[in-house]
């Protein structure tokens, strides 16, 4: 029977029975690696506050339909803002711009409509089904 020397013995027992690894290859213990992924990460962080990037998601502004309303009436947001209109109306209500640049299906109890406003300006909108509902969303 052929000795096996254990210098070649990638892993293995050693002559006292205990458990060996061998230093070299993919089984080499990783020292430092934790400390180099966080490293990135702070450089990565550090890179991303210097050039002004907002990493926060950004919410949503929220019009709710209530009573036959847009509430609120006017609302202000900033350019790249997602708007959320909410009904809390038993009846089906409408979301639709009157230049024509966003228009909702009837929206049900507690349905919802989102738009993102990418442009400044102001835009005026009403619920087709009851024209004297009326509101505003203001870009800046």
């Known amino acids: ?14 002559r006292l029975g205990r458990f060996t690894v061998s230093r070299r290859g993919p089984n080499r ?11 990135a990460a702070m450089v990565a962080l550090a890179v991303l506050g210097a050039v002004g990037v907002d990493v926060r998601a950004q919410q949503p502004a929220l019009v709710d339909i209530q009573d036959s309303n847009y509430i609120p009436t006017t609302l202000t947001v900033p350019v790249g803002t997602t708007v959320r209109w909410i009904n809390h109306d038993e009846e089906v209500h409408t979301v639709t711009s009157t230049t ?8 049900d109890l507690k349905e919802e409509y989102t738009y993102t406003f990418t442009n400044p300006g102001v835009y005026p909108y009403t619920c087709d089904l009851h024209p004297h ?5 203001v870009v800046n």
Do not use: N, W
Not at 133 to 137: A, D, K, L, S
């Open 100 to 107: 024509g640049q966003f228009a909702s299906a009837g929206l």
């Open 29 to 39: 213990p990783r020292r430092g690696r934790v400390a180099r992924v966080l490293l």
């Open 133 to 137: 509902m009326r509101g505003t969303i």
């Open 1 to 14: 029977m052929e000795r096996i020397k254990l210098a070649r013995v990638g892993r293995g027992m050693d």
